[in-house]
Nanobody, 127 residues
Framework: QVQLVESGGGSVQPGGSLRLSCAASGYTSSSSCMGWFRQVPGKEYEVVGTINTQDDNTDYHPSARGRFTISQDIAKRTVYLQMSALKPEDTAMYYC????????????????????WGQGTQVTVSS
């Protein structure tokens, strides 16, 4: 019902910035919660942050708060993850995901609550 495509990943030096995009298509009107997650090989998925596309409420993992910003462009059906002051520990595969249904307020950070996932985009932070 919902298709997601991430883009914008790449290799940057510590302290650099990247802007990831998640373009959505399909029945996006039935999904209000969007999340950004990341994974390092061999480790569990970690939430980066979430956005409620109905009311623009955002929430962030402590490691991302103050450095990362999630926003949306309703007309483009796109959610963004602006990343600044990147650190080597931010290196991971980044995924966007959508939760089925309409909700209000802060969105869940649980991986298992999200139903639709993009293919991922790699972010590498190194010297």
């Amino acid at each position: 019902q919902v298709q997601l495509v991430e883009s914008g990943g790449g290799s940057v030096q510590p302290g650099g910035s990247l802007r990831l995009s998640c373009a959505a298509s399909g029945y996006t009107s039935s999904s209000s919660c969007m999340g950004w997650f990341r994974q390092v090989p061999g480790k569990e998925y970690e939430v980066v942050g979430t956005i409620n596309t109905q009311d623009d409420n955002t929430d962030y993992h402590p490691s991302a708060r103050g450095r990362f910003t999630i926003s949306q462009d309703i007309a483009k059906r796109t959610v963004y993850l602006q990343m600044s002051a990147l650190k080597p520990e931010d290196t991971a595969m980044y995924y966007c995901a959508a939760r089925r249904g309409l909700h209000r307020g802060y969105c869940t950070a649980r991986v298992q609550d999200y139903n639709y996932w993009g293919q991922g985009t790699q972010v590498t932070v190194s010297s």
